[in-house]
C-alpha cells in the first residue's frame, strides 16, 4: 500500500472545533500539509492567532466563528466555504463536549447539550459535506473525532452521557460507510478513537482525581500530534482503502472497563 498526502495538497478540508486541542493540531498539520482549511469553532480569537501562525506555509487557514449547537451557524458556515473556497473534500468532525453530569442529578440541559454537539451537529456537519460532494463529484473523506468512550465505558465520575453520545458516533459511522456503500459512493468515513489526550476538555474535577495524578506522573497520555499522526495516516491510504475505525491509546491505559 503505497501512503501519500498528494491528492489532497490545494483542496478544501473543514475541521470543527478547531480553537484548541486535538482540532488546533489537526488543522495546523493540514495547512502545512497544503490544504485550504476552514476551521468552525465559538472562540474566533483563538482560530485567529492559530491563522497569524500559519502564514508561512503553501496550505492557508480560514477561521469561521460557529456554534456546532446550532444549525442555522453551521449551515451559515457551509455556505461560506462554498462560495469562498470551493468543493469540500474532507470533513473532520472533532468539535465535541463533555459537561460532567451523572445520569442520576444530571440536568436535561447539559445532557442535550452534549448530544447536540457530539451527536446532531456531527451529523448536520456530514450531510452537508456529503451534499457538497455529490454535487461536485469529490470522493472525499468524513472523519469522526470518537473516543475509547465510544466503544466502552469509563470508570471516570459524570461521563455517562458523553460516553452514551460517543457510543453514538460508532453507530452512526457504521450506519454511514453502509449507507454510502450502497449508494455506490466512493465517499470514505472513519472513526479516530483516541484514549486519553492532555487537552482543555479535561474538567478540573478530573484533573484533581487521584487516578489522574497517577496517570500525568506515569505520562499515560497522548499528546494531540500523536492522533494527527493517526489520522494522516488515514488519509494517506490509497482510494480503495478504508480504514474504518482507529484506536490510539497510550501504553499503559487502564480506565476503560
Ligand atoms: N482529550 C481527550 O482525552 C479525548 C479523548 C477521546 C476523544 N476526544 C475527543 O476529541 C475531540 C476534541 O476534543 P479535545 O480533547 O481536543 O478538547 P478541547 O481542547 O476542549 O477541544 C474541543 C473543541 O471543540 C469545540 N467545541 C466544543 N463545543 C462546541 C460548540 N458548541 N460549537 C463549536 N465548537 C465547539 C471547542 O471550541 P470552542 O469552545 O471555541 O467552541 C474546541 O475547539 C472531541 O470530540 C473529544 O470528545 C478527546
New binding site residues.
Given amino acids: 500500500m503505497v501512503l501519500s498526502m498528494d491528492r489532497w495538497k490545494g483542496k478544501v478540508a473543514v475541521v ?9 493540531a489537526i488543522a495546523r498539520r493540514l495547512v502545512e500539509q497544503g490544504l485550504q482549511v476552514a476551521v ?4 474566533k480569537d ?1 482560530l485567529e492567532d492559530l491563522r497569524s501562525q500559519l502564514e508561512d506555509q503553501s496550505g492557508k487557514l480560514h477561521p469561521i466563528q ?4 446550532k444549525e442555522e451557524e453551521i449551515l451559515e458556515a457551509f455556505k461560506w466555504i462554498k462560495q469562498n473556497l470551493g468543493p469540500i473534500h474532507i470533513l473532520v468532525n ?5 459537561v460532567p453530569a451523572t445520569l442520576s442529578e444530571g440536568t436535561t440541559k447539559d445532557w442535550t447539550t452534549i448530544l447536540q ?2 451527536v446532531i ?1 456531527l451529523s448536520i456537519a456530514t450531510r452537508e459535506a456529503l451534499k457538497d460532494m455529490k454535487e461536485n463529484k469529490v470522493n472525499g473523506h468524513i472523519i469522526h ?5 465510544g466503544h466502552q465505558t469509563l470508570k471516570i465520575p459524570r461521563v455517562g452521557m458523553y460516553t452514551a453520545s ?1 457510543h453514538g458516533v460508532t453507530a452512526l459511522t457504521e450506519s454511514l460507510r453502509l449507507e454510502l456503500a450502497l449508494n455506490g459512493s466512493k465517499v470514505k468515513v472513519t472513526s479516530i ?5 492532555d ?4 474538567s478540573s474535577e478530573i484533573k484533581n482525581t487521584e487516578i489522574f495524578k497517577k496517570i500525568i506522573e506515569n505520562k499515560i497520555i497522548l499528546n ?1 500530534d500523536d492522533i494527527v499522526d493517526g489520522l494522516i495516516y488515514v488519509l494517506s491510504t490509497p482510494p480503495h482503502v478504508q480504514v474504518h475505525e482507529l484506536m490510539i491509546r497510550p501504553v499503559g491505559e487502564t480506565y476503560g472497563s
Fill in positions: 470543527t472545533g478547531a480553537s484548541s486541542g486535538i482540532g488546533a468552525l469553532a465559538r472562540r483563538r460557529a456554534d456546532i449547537s472533532n468539535a465535541g463536549t463533555n454537539v457530539n451537529g473525532i470518537n473516543s475509547v468512550a460517543k478513537s483516541p484514549g486519553l489526550v487537552t482543555e476538555i479535561l494531540p
